[in-house]
T-cell receptor, first 112, second 113 residues
């Protein structure tokens, strides 16, 4: 069935370093891949997304890459700041407006 | 404010009871999704409604049910509650066209005692 695996489950970096979170999806029909950031006790918020016809997308310090052949996609955060500390979730969907299947989440801690 | 409204924010109830969680989607969004987030767990998809009709179903227990009304608000009904049902329940909505991600509500924190 549909499944999204996310690694690592926890990630600790020094302020200014880069952080990379990786996800693998099982359904080759998946074609939409958003990333959400969730701060403690708050709602998940969309930070970036990518569609299957694009290999890479960047928004300031955040970038996402997609390898459709390997069914991998990754989130890259450069020049990390303490306010980047949160849980990050990847997700995949097989159609526009369809259900999102989420990964298990990565708790990112950025140490000052 | 995300535009997705969930009520109540907190709910404490006893085992065996029944509760109803409510969600109003963003203006213009026809799809509503319900997710469960248990402690230290990810977001588990429960069910999706589109313009009043069930569109997709996930790992939703038989004790749980949902519906979407003509005004597009949705309700998630949880019955015969167990301690393990304690979780954050999120509602999200999405537009009918365009590749935008979900917008989540602030969630309802359910505690079963």
């Amino acid at each position: 069935g549909e499944n999204v695996e996310q690694h690592p489950s926890t990630l600790s970096v020094q302020e200014g370093d880069s952080a990379v979170i990786k996800c693998t999806y099982s359904d080759s029909a998946s074609n939409y891949f958003p990333w959400y950031k969730q701060e403690l006790g708050k709602r998940p918020q969309l930070i970036i997304d990518i569609r299957s016809n694009v290999g890479e997308k960047k928004d300031q310090r955040i970038a996402v890459t997609l390898n459709k052949t390997a069914k991998h996609f990754s989130l890259h955060i450069t020049e990390t700041q303490p306010e980047d500390s949160a849980v990050y979730f990847c997700a995949a969907s097989i159609n526009q407006g369809g259900k999102l299947i989420f990964g298990q989440g990565t708790e990112l801690s950025v140490k000052p | 404010d995300s535009g997705v409204t969930q009520t109540p924010k907190h709910l404490i109830t006893a085992t065996g009871q029944r509760v109803t969680l409510r969600c109003s989607p963003r203006s213009g969004d026809l799809s509503v999704y319900w997710y469960q987030q248990s402690l230290d767990q990810g977001l588990q998809f429960l069910i999706q409604y589109y313009n009043g009709e069930e569109r997709a179903k996930g790992n939703i227990l038989e004790r749980f049910s949902a519906q979407q009304f003509p005004d597009l608000h949705s309700e998630l009904n949880l019955s015969s509650l167990e301690l393990g049902d304690s979780a954050l329940y999120f509602c999200a909505s999405s537009p009918t066209t365009g590749w935008e991600g979900y917008t989540f509500g602030s969630g309802t924190r359910l505690t079963v005692v």
